[in-house]
């Protein structure tokens, strides 16, 4: 790569990441510091919707996950300390994008609505009721959040960052 080149196009915030260097690292991507991953589906590998949100991750070691059996409180402050953190734009298609929403929507919009009514049921007459529903919403929100958090960072460091949830047709153009 000649980084030297006079005649090089000016450089946006689109293109100061390069993509050539992501590699496949068995089922996960590994994203060198700098680079972003390529602007492409990581279900099918067709060309992603633009723009591509670009997503703050965060990953720390897993021993520290041992700290969660002596207090969690210790855990969080420790793990918030320690914490790595990147930034990367995974890239979906349109058929993959809307596919990620609606398995969002799927538990989010019944969570909603259990809160919505559990409050409902609150202020109408049966309280305790009333809070069994909404419980039952947050506790919705749950895989809602895993269903969302597919594409996460396995492991941060110097060198850069691994990720799971990219499928093959996308890992396999890293090789
Ligand atoms: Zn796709």
Redesign the pocket.
């Known amino acids: 790569v000649n980084t030297n080149n006079p005649y090089a196009a000016p450089k946006s915030s689109v293109t100061t990441a390069t993509h050539s260097e992501c590699r496949r690292d068995g089922k996960h991507a590994f994203v060198p510091t700098g680079s972003d991953l390529p602007p492409r589906?990581i279900?099918?590998n067709?060309a992603a919707q633009t723009p591509i949100k670009e997503r703050t991750l965060y990953w720390h070691s897993p021993w520290l996950y041992l700290l969660v059996l002596v207090n969690l409180l210790i855990y969080a402050v420790i793990a918030l300390i320690f914490r790595s953190k990147t930034k990367v734009s995974p890239g979906?298609?349109a058929?993959?994008l809307a596919a990620r929403q609606r398995k969002i929507n799927w538990f989010r919009i019944p969570a909603f609505l259990l809160m919505l009514g559990g409050i409902g049921i609150m202020v109408v007459d049966e309280p305790s009721s009333g809070i069994i529903v909404v419980v039952l919403g947050f506790l919705l929100v749950i895989p809602a959040i895993i269903v969302s958090n597919t594409f996460r960072a396995v492991r941060i460091d110097k060198s850069g960052a691994k990720f799971s949830g990219c499928k093959e047709p996308f890992l396999a153009s890293l090789e």
């Open positions: 589906c279900v099918c067709d979906y298609c058929t993959h």
